[in-house]
């Protein structure tokens, strides 16, 4: 074993910039602006550096073989997804043990199955992820997008399903593009950002279109059909009604919680489609509309309903004054999805609603026409459903049906049936890997945040009580509405296994209970984000199951800007920190990459106001010296096209510098990984990052990783 960095190890030498910056009347220093510039070989000659010294550590910390062993077991469980119909054809991923990635498959009418699209067939490197597809409403041709080396940009292609051959793209320039697909398979609306030599200079991620392909022609003789003259921002989702007749198109400014809704009917006229708003953005709502096989405009929203309602309207009508609520707002769930189940023969159609209570799922059936709840689907246990689906129009059995893509702390993502008239669901297909997986106590509790908020909590751990203060790790989000709900997780598993104790809080500015949840963790609010977090490291080790010494902390993204804050107010409650692709400068993260999108989210330096939100909380300029920090292990994606790496640079050096904490105790380490990006990863890559995050905050926090 390589011996660890020895106690006159030091950290490699960074610049401090003289350099102050007034905004607003307040004076900003930022002494490593320099860190900002990848290119510049000052930045250079830093980074290697810090590679070196990051490999010297992580490669030597004890319980690697068996840590990489246990993850790559756990991880072979592999994951299988629900069904896309289309005229009795079913689409589907599933990731069998020993592949790095999901492979596309479809299965025929007869239950015949072949492989329709296996991304490392096309690239053995295992760069190339699958972004989204979508098959044409007749099943005989599949959209797909794929992007190389984590950048997202999601290159367009088509595939003629039957012969396997493509018959259209690439189409670039399609990052986070629905595609809806008009009846006969020849033409589809889909959304492309403008050419870079069309839009000013520094905007050639904004600038999004909604436009109209036929399939074989030349992109550039697409239609364009929206998004001229509306805010560079807006990101788009488009819909098309199961009858070709309606168009739906949504939009809002960057990740802002605020839609705007069109609809058009391409019935009228042979142009241009005249798209007619159903909402604006004024007024201060999300919005996700469709038309649905009875011809009616459903809207899921929050109007007047933070935890969200379901209302429906006449398409030829379709603004708020003249919606209905067919299913209502609940005080203490939130709805999350609705879909359409034909019935069959024997039974009436019904709608299939997704609630989730504290983030754990519920499903329910509803009378389309009364609203009524018409009856309960019994679930697995406290989990989530990762996605729901029932047969189109073109398929003719199974309309009876509900598939459910289920998952939980224990359960690697597989299927689950549910019939009507029944009182049961069935296991339809499990993930192919047979894993067995470890003892594990789990449980959701609650605690108060520091104004009296009660906030929950999902528990892992190896015994029922605590017996003894252990190692734990405590990880959140607490942004964009976006919830964290019980899923498979190889790491926790693992981390348990190993003696210590798993926690995930569901912090505010998440959506785990509603738009006001979220919008009380946001903007000027988001200092109760990190006090949600910091209480919850409080009610750990208040209850028995860890110390501060032994409490370690994990966030990415959001998360990492999470665990950043929390690492500098309060450094003596953690004794290490994982900190993944995080924003840090909270002053100019707007200038990186898209971080315009999220001015809604967290406030603009531009503003005076938001200017102070963010300083009191800006991880980077909350950096103090004389403190002696926790361990920290940054871990940044060289091809992370959302959050720019030097957010890391900064901090990482930032910290360096200003840590009392000796560097062989305490360290602070930046790991850097090229060829990947901020989301999808292969396999290998997934569990390589794992076991040097888990086995750095092993060593930190004396969890024995080798034990038997």
């Given at each position: 074993m390589t011996q660890l960095p020895a106690k006159n190890q030091s950290y490699p030498p960074a610049e401090r910039l003289d350099l102050v910056e007034e905004l607003h009347g307040l004076r900003i220093a930022d002494p490593y602006r320099w860190l900002e510039d990848a290119a510049d070989p000052r930045t250079v000659e830093w980074s290697v550096a810090q590679d070196t010294l990051c490999r010297t550590w992580l490669d030597a910390l004890p319980g690697r073989r068996a840590m990489t062993t246990r993850l790559e077991?756990?991880?072979?469980?592999?994951?299988?997804?629900?069904?896309?119909?289309?005229?009795?054809?079913?689409?589907?991923?599933?990731?069998?043990?020993?592949?790095?990635?999901?492979?596309?498959?479809?299965?025929?009418?007869?239950?015949?199955?072949?492989?329709?699209?296996?991304?490392?067939?096309?690239?053995?490197?295992?760069?190339?992820?699958?972004?989204?597809?979508?098959?044409?409403?007749?099943?005989?041709?599949l959209a797909y997008q794929i992007s190389v080396g984590g950048d997202e940009e999601s290159s367009l292609y088509v595939l003629d399903v039957d012969s396997g051959e493509q018959v259209d793209g690439?189409?670039?320039?399609?990052?986070?593009?629905?595609?809806?697909?008009?009846?006969g398979g020849q033409e589809f609306f889909y959304v492309r950002r403008l050419a870079p030599e069309l839009v000013p200079e520094g905007e050639?991620?904004?600038?999004?279109?909604?436009?109209?392909?036929?399939?074989?022609?030349?992109?550039?003789?697409?239609?364009?059909?929206?998004?001229?003259?509306?805010?560079?921002?807006?990101?788009?989702?488009?819909?098309?009604?199961?009858?070709?007749?309606?168009?739906?198109?949504?939009?809002?400014?960057?990740?802002?919680?605020?839609?705007?809704?069109?609809?058009?009917?391409?019935?009228?006229?042979?142009?241009?489609?005249q798209l007619r708003q159903v909402i604006s953005d004024e007024a201060g709502a999300r919005c996700f509309a469709w038309v649905e096989r009875d011809g009616r405009l459903y809207l899921l929203t929050t109007l007047d309903a933070p935890r969200w309602r379901l209302c429906v309207a006449d398409p030829t009508r379709p603004e708020p004054e003249h919606w209905t609520e067919l299913v209502a707002e609940e005080p203490d769930s939130v709805l999350d999805w609705v879909s359409w189940l034909d019935g069959g023969a024997t039974h009436e159609p019904q709608l299939v609603v997704l609630r989730t209570r504290h983030a754990v799922a519920e499903l329910y059936l509803h009378?389309?026409?009364?609203?009524?709840?018409?009856?309960?689907?019994?679930?697995?246990?406290?989990?989530?459903?990762?996605?729901?689906?029932?047969?189109?129009?073109?398929?003719?059995?199974?309309?009876?049906?509900?598939?459910?893509?289920?998952?939980?702390?224990?359960?690697?993502?597989?299927?689950?049936?549910?019939?009507?008239?029944?009182?049961?669901?069935?296991?339809?297909?499990?993930?192919?890997?047979?894993?067995?997986?470890?003892?594990?106590?789990?449980?959701?509790?609650?605690?108060?945040?520091?104004?009296?908020?009660?906030?929950?909590m999902f528990l892992l751990t190896p015994t029922e009580q605590p017996d003894t203060p252990r190692p734990a790790m405590l990880t959140g989000y607490g942004g964009f509405s976006i919830s964290r709900t019980p899923s498979y997780t190889p790491s926790a598993l693992a981390w348990v296994e190993a003696g210590g104790v798993w926690a995930l809080a569901s912090l505010r500015g998440g959506g785990e209970e509603g738009e006001e949840w979220h919008i009380a963790g946001m903007r000027g609010n988001k200092q109760n984000v990190f006090d949600d977090f910091h209480a919850a490291a409080e009610h750990l080790i208040d209850t028995g199951w860890t110390t501060a010494d032994q409490l370690a902390i994990v966030g990415g993204s959001n998360g990492g800007l999470l665990v950043g804050a929390a690492l500098t107010q309060r450094p003596e409650l953690y004794r290490a920190v994982v900190c993944s692709a995080p924003l840090l400068d909270m002053v100019r993260y707007e200038k990186f990459l898209i971080g315009r999108f999220w001015r809604e989210e967290y406030g603009s330096a531009d503003d005076p106001e938001e200017l102070r939100w963010l300083l009191a909380y800006s991880p980077y300029h909350n950096v103090r010296e004389g403190l002696e920090y926790p361990s920290v292990l940054f871990t940044v994606f060289e091809s992370d096209s959302r959050v720019d790496p030097c957010h890391a640079r900064k901090m990482c050096a930032a910290l360096q510098h200003a840590t009392t904490a000796a560097p062989d105790e305490r360290p602070v380490l930046l790991r850097r990984e090229t060829e990947v990006g901020h989301a999808a990863r292969s396999v290998s890559r997934t569990v390589g990052l794992a076991v040097d995050q888990i086995t750095f905050l092993a060593h930190a926090t004396g969890l024995d990783l080798e034990r038997s």
């Open positions: 077991t756990l991880v072979s469980a592999g994951s299988v997804s629900v069904p896309v119909w289309r005229h009795g054809r079913a689409f589907f991923t599933r990731r069998e043990p020993g592949q790095e990635h999901a492979v596309l498959w479809v299965r025929e009418p007869d239950g015949t199955e072949r492989a329709l699209l296996d991304v490392t067939a096309l690239d053995p490197s295992g760069l190339t992820t699958l972004d989204a597809w979508s098959p044409s409403r007749e099943g005989r041709l690439p189409i670039d320039r399609c990052k986070y593009s629905d595609v809806a697909w008009l009846p050639e991620q904004f600038h999004r279109r909604v436009w109209r392909h036929r399939v074989g022609t030349d992109p550039a003789e697409d239609l364009e059909v929206h998004g001229a003259n509306l805010d560079p921002t807006y990101l788009y989702g488009v819909r098309v009604s199961p009858d070709g007749r309606w168009l739906v198109v949504d939009g809002s400014q960057g990740t802002a919680r605020r839609d705007s809704v069109w609809i058009a009917d391409l019935g009228v006229g042979d142009g241009l489609p009378d389309p026409n009364t609203g009524e709840r018409t009856a309960t689907v019994p679930l697995p246990g406290m989990g989530a459903l990762t996605s729901v689906s029932t047969t189109d129009p073109g398929t003719q059995e199974g309309a009876d049906t509900v598939w459910l893509g289920w998952t939980d702390f224990l359960t690697p993502p597989c299927v689950h049936t549910y019939r009507l008239g029944q009182d049961r669901t069935e296991l339809a297909a499990r993930a192919p890997g047979a894993v067995e997986p470890p003892p594990v106590h789990t449980r959701q509790v609650t605690y108060t945040s520091a104004d009296g908020t009660t906030v929950r």
